[in-house]
């Protein structure tokens, strides 16, 4: 019977480099002189600060567009509160989003059972979601319905056997 697993995953390496990247360019470009701007990667999230909302707010931009760049998606950052900080500065964390939440494959689940697609049929294994079926059509239907639906996560597809 085929099948295949709806995952979400971000690669770490592709993040790390767009950050290295976001970094460099902060320290070069001529509007983040003298504001102690920084971002940082940690092991779940992304740290950013700088002297005001406002260079807060063109960081992240920065930070977007070298994701952009090497085309991950958005969807994986979750972003904090802006905080006040020391020295007069302010803060961000912004949360690096993996895996599938049980509320999320819920509504995956529910979805694909909204499709009315016969034959096919899914269920929730730890952080990812596994959807058979009859026919190898109608899995390629599920894909193509869950690349258009918007689950503010990114969603791919792995595994796929016949």
């Not at 260079?55 to 760049?69: D, G, M, N, S, T």
Request: aromatic share 4%; no cysteine.
């Amino acid at each position: 019977m085929p099948s295949f697993d709806v995952v979400s995953e971000v690669d770490m390496q592709e993040i790390r480099n767009a950050v290295d990247q976001a970094a460099r360019e902060i320290a070069n470009r001529f509007d983040f002189k003298n504001t102690n701007s920084s971002i940082e990667l940690g092991d779940e999230d992304i740290k950013m600060a700088s002297v005001s909302e406002d260079r807060l707010i063109a960081l992240r931009q920065v930070l977007e567009e070298k994701f952009a760049k090497r085309k991950i998606s958005m969807k994986v950052l979750d972003y904090g509160t802006v905080e006040q900080a020391s020295g007069n500065t302010v803060r961000q964390t912004a949360t690096l989003v993996s895996g599938i939440s049980s509320e999320k494959a819920k509504e995956l689940n529910k979805a694909i059972k909204a499709m009315g697609i016969k034959g096919v049929q899914s269920s929730t294994q730890g952080d990812q979601l596994r959807v058979t079926g009859k026919k190898r059509d109608a899995l390629q239907e599920v894909m193509q319905a869950l690349r258009e639906g918007d689950y503010d996560i990114p969603l791919q597809f792995t595994n796929r056997r016949d």
